[in-house]
């Protein structure tokens, strides 16, 4: 998967793996949520560059349910969000992992969180998730899932 | 926040929503309906195309065994929680599941 510097519209060839106990330790500060306590309930993974792998881009929590996996958490780091963010595409680098996984389970791709009301047309418009009802539970279906890994995964032969 | 749809420059993160009390039982019946749709089987193929096309192996779709992952998270929880003698040794780091290009 890769991410844009957007400053130079560069391409980084990024990797997700899962957290080390010392990864969430040494976190530092900014970030939204307690990645710590998060551990404890869900599979954590990172976002990084493997050629500077200190640094964490973003970081994803997911947990195993019967016939789908649940995005419990997903953040960015404190420096890749907001205007001055340096990364784009973190959070579909992130998704894109959290939908092999789930076609790795024979879920066929299937992702299920809950969203905040305001990002609930970001997650249809830009990802393919589906709202369950008028809940805030998304759900990407197997099409959409397979149409994110082509988004992200694909190799980019420019820029 | 900027909300535009078409780009990444909204703040996309998850977490802080309580999910409602059913909110897994009427996941679990949504893709139950879902796949009895008489569509479902087309989309599986389309998704088993777009897959095909980005190489990715359908029987393990480019992940190592989740087991694995399983295994490596239950370490990590104890190490976290002061149980040394389950930290993760060096010959784990070849299982690690990895997703990069």
Redesign the interface.
């Known amino acids: 998967?890769?991410i844009r510097e957007i400053a130079t519209g560069k391409w980084i060839?990024?990797?997700?793996?899962?957290?080390?106990?010392e990864d969430?330790?040494n976190l530092g500060t900014g970030w939204?949520?307690d990645w710590?306590t998060e551990?404890?309930r869900a599979?954590?993974f990172k976002l990084i560059d493997?050629a500077a792998p200190k640094a964490i881009y973003g970081l994803?929590a997911l947990a195993r349910?019967?016939?789908?996996v649940e995005?419990?958490?997903?953040?960015?780091s404190p420096e890749n969000?907001?205007?001055d963010?340096r990364f784009?595409?973190?959070?579909?680098c992130l998704l894109?992992?959290a939908v092999?996984?789930s076609?790795?389970?024979q879920f066929?791709?299937?992702l299920?969180?809950?969203?905040?009301t305001?990002?609930i047309?970001?997650?249809e418009?830009?990802y393919g998730f589906s709202r369950?009802?008028h809940?805030?539970?998304m759900?990407l279906?197997?099409?959409a899932?397979?149409?994110l890994?082509?988004e992200y995964?694909?190799?980019v032969v420019h820029g | 926040m900027d909300k535009r749809t078409d780009s990444d420059e909204v703040d996309i993160l998850v977490g802080g929503v309580e999910a409602e009390p059913d909110a897994l039982s009427e996941t679990s019946r949504f893709i139950a309906i879902y796949k009895q749709q008489p569509a479902y089987q087309a989309e599986l193929e389309e998704a088993k195309k777009i897959l095909a096309d980005l190489g990715i192996d359908p029987h393990t779709y480019g992940m190592p065994n989740a087991k694995s992952l399983l295994d490596h998270w239950h370490r990590c929880i104890a190490d976290l929680t002061g149980n040394g003698a389950q930290r993760p040794d060096a010959g784990h780091a070849n299982e690690k599941a990895r997703s990069s290009e």
């Not at chain 1, 995005?71 to 960015?76: C, F, G, K, M, R």
């Not at chain 1, 299920?112 to 905040?116: D, F, Q, V």
């Open positions: 998967v890769m060839a990024v990797s997700v793996e899962p957290v080390e106990a969430v330790r939204e949520f710590l551990i404890g599979e954590v493997p994803i349910r019967q016939d789908h995005v419990t958490l997903l953040e960015s969000v907001g205007a963010k784009e595409r973190i959070p579909g894109s992992y092999r996984l076609l790795s389970l066929e791709g299937c299920a969180l809950e969203s905040k305001d990002l047309d970001h997650y418009n830009k369950l009802g809940s805030s539970r759900l279906m197997p099409g899932a397979a149409r890994l082509a995964e694909k190799r």
